[in-house]
């Protein structure tokens, strides 16, 4: 697999091979390997000299967002393989946020301390038992450092302000598992086949589509939640039905 040349870059916005590594955070002996593997086109040669632009950014940009989402490098290749090769750096980008409306945030590596800071509270071992049973903070071979869930840290605090038994925690998590996933899939399939070949088909500009597309997981994510207050509520109604 290859990317075929693009036109020169104008010598502003060129980069030398180590200035590229370093804007993307990987070592010049990466990024040739990817240039090995045909995951970016071949730089602009002067010389001995090989010069990189906007292009080059935005597919090793691309590649390390794969790579943060469990991506194999065959996969990745796979992935990338179907980007037309004319696509521009703002196409390329667009391809970057078409993964951030399912994926999750990506976990940090936390200390117990700054845990503690982040949660605005002490925390003992069993508060930190019941965020690991609902999955906000994971172990790791290091004592008191664990993978944080950023994202869902606000309502694991709040479930331990209730004094949610674990049991019943893990029995939540399970529900919503199961039905987010499904529901994901699902969005995902619909995001697939309706919204992304229509976005295609559309004169909208490459930055418009991504402006588009970020606000398509908080209004579906919103919907999801007024779906099931609506049905709790519907659930109520029908249990004092049943008792009177």
Do not use: C
């Amino acid at each position: 697999m290859t990317i075929t040349d693009r036109p020169e870059t104008p010598r502003s916005e060129t980069l030398s091979v180590e200035q590229l590594a370093s804007r993307v955070g990987m070592t010049v002996r990466t990024v040739r390997f990817y240039a090995g593997r045909g995951l970016i086109p071949p730089p602009r040669r002067e010389g001995r000299n090989g010069y990189y632009g906007p292009d080059h950014l935005a597919r090793l940009e691309l590649v390390r967002e794969l790579q943060a989402h469990g991506f194999t490098l065959s996969a990745i290749e796979g992935y990338i393989e179907r980007i037309p090769d004319g696509a521009t750096p703002a196409e390329v980008a667009l391809h970057r946020t078409l993964l951030a409306p399912w994926a999750p945030h990506l976990p940090e590596t936390v200390s117990r301390d700054e845990l503690e800071t982040r949660a605005g509270r002490r925390l003992a071992d069993d508060d930190i038992e019941l965020l690991v049973a609902i999955g906000v903070v994971e172990p790791t071979p290091k004592d008191d450092v664990f993978q944080l869930a950023p994202a869902h840290l606000a309502i694991g605090i709040a479930f331990l302000e209730l004094g949610l038994p674990t049991q019943a925690a893990l029995a939540t998590r399970k529900i919503f598992t199961a039905h987010g996933r499904a529901i994901a899939e699902e969005m995902t399939e619909v995001f697939r086949s309706q919204v992304w070949p229509h976005l295609r088909e559309s004169d909208l500009a490459p930055e418009d589509m991504t402006a588009m597309i970020e606000r398509f997981k908080p209004l579906t994510v919103q919907a999801l939640v007024t779906a099931y207050e609506e049905a709790v509520d519907e659930s109520k109604r029908a249990t004092v039905r049943k008792r009177t």
